[in-house]
Structure formats: structure tokens, C-alpha cells
């Protein structure tokens, strides 16, 4: 095991030292763009408005005759596209795929000082980022990249979800993790055809009433489980949780309810697959401006966090302060980007 000394170490002669702490930044939704569609990718800086962040996809999705040119489309647009304080990603393909190593090559070669994050899909354990890691530490150093470039991980395989703590601590390289439903049911061998949400079939009924009358069903969140052991996972080591795809494009409703309740969860963002999505993760990911009312009242009532106090009839005190910081913090990122919401907040 590598000593915790030699964790913030450069993993290679010339490339940067790791953050200690990750960047402070807006990441509500992480938008996919297939970048071998021109249309699109000419239209980047544009979404970039729009968006926190902008990712190239060249993954799942992306047909494998364009697998090429969708990341010479990506490295077009990193160059000719400026994003201001959008992030840009890149979804590279998987490390057990043919694409893998030059996707890595050639984009941090041509954009390694634009690039923020790499999304690393079907994560099995800390060795995958391992590897990752001292490839980007190799290629920046040679292409002299002045930014550590930043890991998100794809929770989507059973033996990931096992070892997400290792996972999460594998690299201070590490931004966070995104829960990807479609490729984990897969592995799991669950039996589904979906792209996350929830399923008709997956429901508790009540107990049968003596009088043989209806019983009352509840759907139950397919997810929760996962979602719960990622976010403590990334909570503990400091990095970011979020909800993946949700592929029903044409429920919105089911949609935002499965994006909220990561968000209540303590995801701090899940992916835009269509437009439609966007104006949903900013919705649910931006929090309520009660709640955001009310956390001020808390940090204003206790300034230092210490001892309790009770606010209509409410008692709070240390871990309620800890929380309304949480929901303060997150409003002034969301009030930086949109002057809006920040009248709203009134921040
Ligand atoms: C995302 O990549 C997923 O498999 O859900
Ligand atoms: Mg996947």
C-alpha cells in the first residue's frame, strides 16, 4: 500500500502536483454531446451557457465506425469552442476496449490544458484508476499540462459497486462518481431493460386484511441501495456522487423524481442525455429557495454554529448549521452562474 506521504506525490517527473481539494464548482448536470456530430459540436459554445458542464462522449452510444471520429470531434471542439467556467469532460472508452489508449493519448496531447475531468466508464476496482492516474501523470508531464486532469468514475459493474470505497480513494485525482444504471443491471443480471428510474414490478404490498379487500402497493426505488453505498463512499473521502442516465426521455415526471431523490440523498448532480433534461437537473440540483430561506435564518440565529436554538417550534443546532451551510454554499454557486436564481435566493 502506498504510504499517505507519498498519496500528493506527482506520479510522474514534470506533471503537476494533485489538488488537495477538488475545485469549487457548479456541476448540476453533466451534458452528453456525441462529438462526431458536427451540428452539435458547432453549437457547443452555445450549450456551454446552458450547462455546467459539457461532456464529449465517446463511449456507449457512439457507434464503433465513428468511434475515431468522435474523438478527433472532440478534440476540434475542445479548440475552437471557449467554455468560460463550464467544465469540459471527456467519457473515454472503456480501459478494456480498443479506443482506450489513444483516446487518453491524443486528447490530452492536443487539449490536456482544457480538459477538466475524464470519465472513466466500468470501473472495477482502484487498479482501473491506477492505471488512468499514471497514464495522465506521463502524458502531462510530456505535453507540460499545468492542471492535474481530474477522475470520474462509472459506478456500472457489481464488482465496482463492491469495491466503491477503494474506488473512491484511489487517486486524489479522484472528482467523484456517477451511479450508471443501464451497465450495472447488466452485470447485475437484473431483470430490466431500462436506463435507470424505477420499475412497475418493484413494489411492497401491504399485508392481506382479514376482510380479503384490496391491497395497498408502493413502487420502491430500484436504486437506493447503490445510490446510499456511493454516497457515503465519495462523502467519506471527499469527492462528488451523482445520479447517471435516465433514458425514458419522454417521462420528464419520472425523470425528476428519480434525479430528486439522489439529490436528497446528497448527489450533487446527474447527466442531461436531451435537452429536456437540462431545465430538470437545474430545477431539482438548484435548491428550493424556502429551504435555502430558511437555512440562512439558522446561520444568522447561530452565527458560529454553536449550542441550539429553536426556530418556529424547530430545534437546531450543529448538525442542522452543518446542513444549512451545505444548501448556502450550493446557492451562491448557483447564484454566481444564474443572476435569476440568485434575486431569488436573495444572495
Ligand atoms: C451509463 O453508462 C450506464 O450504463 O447507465
Ligand atoms: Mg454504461
Not at 113 to 128: I, N, Q, R, S, T
Request: glycine letters at 8%.
Amino acid at each position: 500500500m502506498k504510504l499517505p506521504r507519498q498519496f500528493f506525490q506527482p506520479l510522474a517527473i514534470g506533471a503537476p502536483s494533485p489538488l488537495r481539494d477538488l475545485p469549487v464548482r457548479l456541476e448540476r448536470m453533466i451534458h452528453f454531446l456525441p462529438p462526431h456530430v458536427e451540428k452539435l459540436r458547432a453549437k457547443a459554445g452555445e450549450l456551454a451557457k446552458q450547462v455546467d458542464v459539457v461532456l464529449g462522449n465517446l463511449e456507449d452510444a457512439i457507434p464503433i465506425d465513428a468511434k475515431e471520429a468522435a474523438r478527433r470531434g472532440f478534440i476540434e471542439m475542445a479548440k475552437a469552442t471557449d467554455f468560460g467556467a463550464t467544465g469540459l469532460w471527456v467519457r473515454m472508452n472503456a480501459l478494456n476496449s480498443p479506443w482506450a489508449l489513444d483516446d487518453v493519448i491524443e486528447i490530452v496531447g492536443a487539449v490536456g490544458d482544457k480538459l477538466d475531468v475524464v470519465m472513466l466508464p466500468k470501473v472495477d476496482g482502484p487498479w482501473d484508476v491506477h492505471y488512468l492516474d499514471q497514464l495522465l501523470a506521463q502524458l502531462e508531464a510530456r505535453h507540460a499540462v499545468k492542471k492535474p486532469i481530474l477522475i470520474h468514475a462509472i459506478l456500472e459493474t457489481a464488482q465496482g459497486v463492491n469495491n466503491v470505497e477503494a474506488i473512491a480513494t484511489a487517486s486524489p485525482r479522484m472528482h467523484g462518481m456517477s451511479l450508471g444504471p443501464a451497465d450495472l443491471a447488466a452485470s447485475r443480471a437484473m431483470k430490466t431493460t431500462r436506463v435507470g428510474g424505477g420499475h412497475p414490478d418493484y413494489r411492497v404490498l401491504a399485508d392481506a386484511g382479514a376482510d380479503g379487500g384490496s391491497r395497498p402497493s408502493a413502487q420502491q426505488d430500484l436504486w437506493h441501495y447503490t445510490i446510499a453505498k456511493m454516497v457515503d463512499a465519495c462523502a467519506a473521502a471527499g469527492i462528488k456522487p451523482f445520479y447517471g442516465p435516465f433514458g425514458d426521455f419522454a417521462d420528464p415526471a419520472a425523470c425528476e423524481a428519480q434525479f430528486r431523490n439522489a439529490f436528497l440523498m446528497g448527489c450533487v448532480g446527474a447527466w442531461s442525455l436531451h435537452p429536456s433534461q437540462i431545465d430538470i437537473a437545474k430545477r431539482v440540483y438548484s435548491p428550493d429557495e424556502n429551504e435555502v430561506a430558511f437555512a440562512r435564518r439558522i446561520v444568522e440565529a447561530m452565527p458560529d454554529g454553536a449550542g441550539a436554538v429553536m426556530i418556529d417550534g424547530k430545534m437546531q443546532d450543529d448538525a442542522t448549521w452543518k446542513q444549512a451551510k451545505v444548501l448556502l454554499d450550493l446557492a451562491r454557486l448557483v447564484a454566481a452562474k444564474d443572476p435569476a436564481m440568485g434575486k431569488r435566493y436573495g444572495l
